[in-house]
């Protein structure tokens, strides 16, 4: 509403001006003739400003690291000749690789009530044990 009757106000003043000078018999100059022409545009924001908002869309277009996945160990059947464990409800033996879903982990050995699993270097050690009983 306040910005109507501003450009109303405003409106009506320009009107007033040029009706003035009509009366006056002087010519009124267009404005547009004396101005100069805009070099940039008013409505850019500063190139800080930006790079900012670039740095910050291509931060939020990055995919994020994918979080680790839970593992649990639900059994183990140790034995001499062959092991087998339980994770996630799938049956395994040593040497075996659980699937993408569950991390890409190689099982590299199985003990009485834990298992060792390996990935790039990385151990991880999953245990019957409930935690920090270990």
Do not use: C, K, W
């Not at 009124?28 to 800080?48: K, L, Q, S, Y």
């Not at 670039?54 to 994918?66: F, H, S």
């Amino acid at each position: 509403m306040t910005r109507f009757l501003l450009l109303y106000l405003v409106l009506a003043a320009a009107a007033a001006m040029a009706a003035a000078a009509a009366v006056a018999g002087a010519d009124p100059v267009p404005v547009a003739a004396n101005a100069e022409p805009i070099r940039r545009d008013p409505f850019a924001r500063p190139h800080a400003v930006r790079a900012a908002a670039q740095a910050a869309a291509a931060a939020a277009a990055a995919p994020a690291p994918a979080p680790e996945p839970v593992l649990q160990l639900r059994a183990i059947m140790f034995n001499a000749q062959r092991s087998l464990v339980n994770i996630n409800g799938r049956i395994l033996a040593g040497g075996d690789v659980l699937d993408e879903a569950m991390g890409n982990y190689r099982i590299a050995a199985i003990h009485e009530r834990s298992v060792v699993l390996r990935r790039d270097g990385v151990q991880r050690i999953l245990s019957l044990e409930p935690e920090g009983r270990q």
